[in-house]
């Protein structure tokens, strides 16, 4: 957000409705036309007079902000701007007290108003560039009045809004590239050796259930009954069974039951790992050797190999 020392804040519009529609809605948010300032470019092709641009601009300062539009005729002629449309106390500013004359330019006002002078030449820029330029003296309400304009499109020399680059910045970027040295640059292609992973097999891990027939061999005890025949002493003990009488000796014997129970006998673990290799390459390749045939009785010295 672009403010002040003395709290001013000032949007760019490119579209004069948007402009209007901020003016009313600063309107609706409490500003005063005392507080607000509007300046664009009028671009009838009639020229005008200074005394006629004098009266003109002196009704617009003294009229409300709304009479810049509904009534269509407070424009002036600035000598030092060009043809100017202003309200609000910037209007003002830009008139001496006697006369109607220019006292000034539109970097003069806004310097008066408390911006620097390089952003009032900036702002300038964009007025002559045929940009709507609307002033706030915010007197602490600098965010509530940015937050209307920048809402409606505007954008300021801090930061652009939706509305894109301004005019006068766009020129001096292209400016500034005129007498720039100039870099060409050379490209090569280069070859670049890479090794790629590609499957080369994969190896499948499961489980299979098997049926094996098991004999366990396993001790049990039983019962048998035992019957003896002992001679008899001829005395009576008391104790013989009358006809009829029978005697029940229970036999018991031990049953297996066989049950079956999962337990884990072993664990297999699957993973990878990299594993590094050494590729051998085969071919066959030239290779010269120097031979020395000897002819007639001649000494040959040296280590030369295959002597003729």
Known sequence: MATTKKSTVVGVFKDESRAQEAVRELHKAGFRDQQISVVTRHNDGSGGTSTAAGAAT?????????????????????????????????????LSAAGGAAAGSVVGALVGMGLSEDDAHYYEGE????????????????DEAWAVMQRLGAYNRQAAASTGSTTRSATKSKTARTG????????EEQLRVQK?????????????????????DLPVEREEVVIEHRPASGRSTGSTMRPGEEVRIPVREEQV????????????????????????????????????????????????????
């Open 180 to 187: 720039a040295e100039q870099t060409v640059q050379v490209q």
């Open 58 to 94: 002196g009704a617009a300062a003294g009229a409300g902000i709304a009479a810049l539009w509904s009534l269509g005729m407070t424009f002036g002629v600035v000598p030092v701007i060009g043809p100017i449309l202003a309200a609000g106390p910037i209007a003002a500013a830009l």
């Open 196 to 216: 790629t992973p590609v499957e080369t097999g994969e190896v499948r891990v499961r489980k299979e259930a098997h049926v094996e027939h098991q004999t366990i």
């Open 257 to 308: 039951r066989v049950e079956k129970e999962t337990v884990i006998n072993e664990e297999v673990g699957v993973s990878k790992r990299k594993v590094k290799d050494t590729r051998r390459v085969q071919g066959d390749v030239r290779k010269e050797e120097v031979k020395v045939e000897q002819k007639g009785n001649v000494k040959v010295s040296g280590s030369a190999k295959n002597r003729g």
């Open 127 to 142: 007025v002559n560039a045929g940009n709507v330029l609307v002033t706030v003296h915010a007197n602490g309400r600098a």
